[in-house]
């Protein structure tokens, strides 16, 4: 089992930063890829970022949506993910939600390959 925590939620105004983390714990060492999801009201959990944890293969994954806003990155010795959120659009608001999969296949995109997921954080930005 993997324990997911997240952390650094919060309200900002458009074109503020946020930096969201999220810390792994228990049997992290089967983990081979973490992402990070957002889900706001009235839509469906949406992939928005992804990393591979081996460090001989850092492959990052990016939706469209947030490419040159934001950045995902992982210290594998700290177990934790953190995902530095810039240039915060009200469209980013949502509950944001780490996740972390054991399956060799890197699908970031497929919550399906996720078996582990945290509680959730709360982004909000206004404009």
């Known amino acids: 089992q993997v324990q997911l925590v997240e952390s650094g939620g919060g309200s900002v105004q458009e074109g503020g930063s946020l930096t969201l983390s999220c810390a792994a714990s228990?049997?992290?060492?089967?983990?081979?890829?973490m992402g990070w999801f957002r889900h706001a009201p009235g839509k469906e959990r949406e992939a928005v970022a992804a990393?591979?944890?081996?460090?001989?293969?850092?492959?990052?994954y990016y939706e469209n949506f947030v490419k040159g806003r934001f950045t995902i990155s992982v210290d594998k010795a700290r177990n934790t993910m953190w995902l530095q959120m810039n240039s915060l659009k009200p469209d980013d608001s949502a509950m944001y939600y780490c996740?972390?999969?054991?399956?060799?296949?890197?699908?970031?995109?497929?919550?399906?390959?996720?078996?582990?997921w945290g509680q959730g954080t709360q982004v909000t930005v206004s404009s």
């Open positions: 996740a972390a999969s054991a399956r060799a296949a890197f699908v970031p995109t497929d919550k399906d390959a996720y078996a582990y």
């Open positions: 228990g049997h992290s060492f089967n983990v081979k890829y």
């Open positions: 990393i591979i944890i081996p460090i001989l293969d850092r492959t990052i």
